[in-house]
């Protein structure tokens, strides 16, 4: 599941953006594709993003334009698409990930492979003083033992965490949810350390759901700004 929605204020339409001649959101669709994890629906707030998704022969699903957030919008879009409970994992891709590598979705279903999960997402090495300083870089308290390649999250900051020498781990912004995680998160209000840190995950550790991180080399980078849409060109380039 892509949520898409056209709200972006730093780069307008941000979902339609070209990109070597196609919307941004179909390079997204493409890369979800290749992963060949399962069928891939974009969950999208207008028309306009629908309309781009099926020019490519994709499934696009129109959802409330008013829902407060992507996990809200892919669990419109999930009842629209498997009202019988076919599917049991969904993941959550963000539409702004063009560059994302898709053997990175399967690292996500390996954390889904134990069943003391309830959600998987990503992380990467910290490399630089400023990816560490920065509070758009969100940070993950994970320790990973010797070679195992997964780990719990234990919390979720803007803050530089956990003190001490050691490792730091960048959060990459997706998941994979068991349906029954992603119904009671999507159920419940937003919590006190969420709405405190602007992260939306801390809900569903409030609520007591595990969340797995797998460890991947490096992070994907966002399309947020004019700036990150050129550079995403130039990685995209034929």
Known sequence: MIPARLGSTRLPNKPL??????????????????AALGP????CAEPSIADAITAEGGTALLTNPDLPSGSDRIHAALHQFDPDNKYNIIINLQGDLP?????????????LAHPSYDIATLVAPITTEAEREAESVVKVACAFADQNPIAA???????????????????????????A???????SPPSPLEQREKLEQLRALELGLRIGAARIAKPPFGVDTLDDLHRAREELAP
């Not at 560059?99 to 954390?111: K, W």
């Open 153 to 179: 999250a234990l919390y979720f900051s803007r803050a530089a965490i956990p003190a001490g020498p050691g490792p730091l781990w960048h959060h990459v912004g997706v998941y994979a949810y068991r349906r």
């Open 17 to 34: 953006a070209d990109i070597h001649g196609s919307p941004m959101i179909v390079h997204v669709l493409r890369r979800a594709q290749q």
């Open 99 to 111: 560059t994302i590598d898709p053997t990175s979705l399967h690292a996500l279903l390996s954390v």
């Open 40 to 43: 891939v629906v974009v969950a």
């Open 181 to 187: 995680a992603l119904d009671q998160f999507v159920a």
